[in-house]
């Protein structure tokens, strides 16, 4: 007696059923096609779709074939054997030679031929084998397309006539097999043909959902890269707009000084003429630098020579090199080292960087203030801090702080100028060097970037080979 209620053994029958077609999908999958990522995405997945329709095609005629054999119908398991060894033949063929259009055509014509062949052994059109051969025409229409199938409708109906034309004549086709069978052969080839069709629009239907599939997928990157494209050409839009009033403004200076050099003879006017030109002159190329390292950077084209450096001395040459503009704003830089500080970066892309951040605490910092800068040891980063006692910077602005061409609200304080590019190289800098950048400021309480490195050993010619060794072997312990 069974327990199981109705409902129950219903849902199992469900869950039986969706194991087994999840089972043939998986071994279809196992033998598929190919994909060729060079070729025609249409082309793929018609080769795919014409592969699986070959496998489920001998799947079942060894099926049938094993039906056939035991009811002892021996001209059923000729021809099915015949076709379904063509159909593994025509498989493995399209595998190696990728002649999509030749396999699909001769699936069809294996299709055809069968069942014209079951229609003269089971009955003629008392038989099921007929009903196959109806399905030709739908099998070439979503094999090999429209086209195709419109010449193979009129194939299948030439071959059903033959059929049908006997039956007219008077002819009954003869039934190769008992007459006890009969009822059980007409189930199996009915049931079998709705299994077929079941299975075909199922691998036609996954088929085309992997093809939308993909297509959605070229969309969303083509719209991301369209975004990218229009995102770019605002930028290069807007650099050309900064840049043409920017460059506008040494250029008049220039082309002013020089033509002043030309109509005096005082020595200081003189002198000071050719300051003004080189003043001007220096501000158009650190301009270009700026715009050629951002575009060398992005392009991916930008190297860093990481190695063991002295971030001390690589301070204090910054402060140097920013000493003067400090002076004529008297603005004074006080420091505070920590000896003995040595991080893992490229000396030159860290000079850049902290040139970048001190200068730029001298330009917005107001006359007579100072500009702190100190380097501080971490636990695996070493730190150098660049403060300053400016206007400070608001939420907003600092949201874009690291963007390319930001203009901030801002400004310098004696009149220098700005690029907008001069965080943003700071940044990517720092990043290419697994180092960050970072800001804390608030409106009016002066701001305050620091620059985090990863930490290094000194190298064995600074701190001697065997202190090297045994401070390498702390520092191993330490991590």
């Known amino acids: 007696m069974n327990d199981n209620p109705p409902h129950e053994s219903g849902q199992a029958g469900k869950l039986a059923t969706a194991s087994v077609v999840c089972r043939l999908l998986d071994l279809l999958k196992s033998l598929d096609f190919p994909e060729d990522a060079s070729s025609d995405p249409e082309l793929t997945r018609r080769a795919r779709l014409i592969f699986r329709f070959a496998v489920v095609g001998s799947i079942f005629g060894i099926v049938y074939a094993a039906f056939y054999f035991f009811i002892r119908h021996k001209w059923g398991v000729v021809i099915i054997v015949c076709c379904s060894s063509c159909f593994a033949a025509t498989a493995l063929r399209m595998r190696q030679t990728k002649s999509i259009g030749l396999a699909g055509h001769c699936l069809i014509l294996i299709l055809a031929l069968g069942f014209t062949a079951l229609c003269f052994v089971e009955g003629g059109l008392q038989g099921h084998a007929i009903a196959w051969l109806v399905s030709v025409p739908l099998c070439a229409h979503l094999l090999l397309g429209q086209k195709a199938a419109g010449k193979w409708v009129v194939v299948a109906f030439l071959a059903a006539g033959l059929v049908a034309g006997f039956e007219l004549a008077g002819i009954r086709l003869p039934t190769t097999y008992n007459k006890k069978w009969e009822p059980i052969v007409s189930a199996a080839g009915y049931l079998g043909l709705i299994a077929f069709l079941f299975l075909l629009g199922l691998i036609f239907e996954?088929?085309?959902?992997?093809?939308?599939?993909k297509m959605q997928d070229a969309y969303t990157e083509l719209a991301v890269a369209n975004e990218r494209l229009v995102h770019l050409n605002n930028e290069?839009?807007?650099?050309?707009?900064?840049?043409?009033?920017d460059l506008k403004n040494p250029l008049t200076v220039i082309v002013n000084s020089a033509e002043m050099v030309g109509m005096t003879d005082d020595e200081n006017k003189i002198q000071k003429y050719l300051d003004n030109i080189s003043v001007?002159?220096?501000?158009?190329r650190d301009m270009i630098t700026d715009l050629l390292d951002v575009n060398a950077i992005e392009q991916g084209s930008y190297t860093s020579k990481v190695e063991a450096c002295d971030l001390s001395a690589l301070v204090k040459r910054s402060v140097e090199h920013n000493h003067s503009a400090a002076v004529k704003k008297h603005i004074e830089i006080v420091t505070g080292f920590s000896d003995g500080l040595w991080a893992k970066a490229d000396p030159s892309a860290t000079l850049q960087i902290l040139d970048n951040l001190i200068s730029n605490a001298v330009k917005y910092s107001p006359p007579m203030t100072t500009v702190h800068v100190h380097t501080l040891p971490e636990t695996h980063y070493v730190m150098?801090?660049?403060?300053?006692?400016?206007?400070?910077?608001?939420?907003?602005?600092q949201k874009k702080l690291f963007q390319k061409y930001t203009r901030l609200t801002a400004r310098p304080t004696g009149g220098e100028s700005s690029t907008g590019l001069g965080l943003a190289i700071v940044k990517r800098l720092a990043e290419a060097m697994s180092g960050t950048i970072q800001c804390f400021s608030a409106p009016g309480g002066g701001a305050t970037f620091t620059l985090r490195l990863p930490v290094s050993l000194p190298p064995p010619q600074i701190l001697g080979v065997k202190a090297w060794t045994r401070h390498a072997d702390l520092k191993a312990i330490e991590n």
């Open 384 to 397: 150098v801090a660049v403060r300053d006692e400016g206007p400070g910077i608001s939420e907003a602005d």
């Open 280 to 284: 001007a002159a220096i501000r158009m």
């Open 236 to 245: 290069k839009n807007e650099f050309l707009g900064m840049a043409a009033h």
């Open 206 to 213: 996954r088929g085309r959902a992997r093809a939308f599939a």
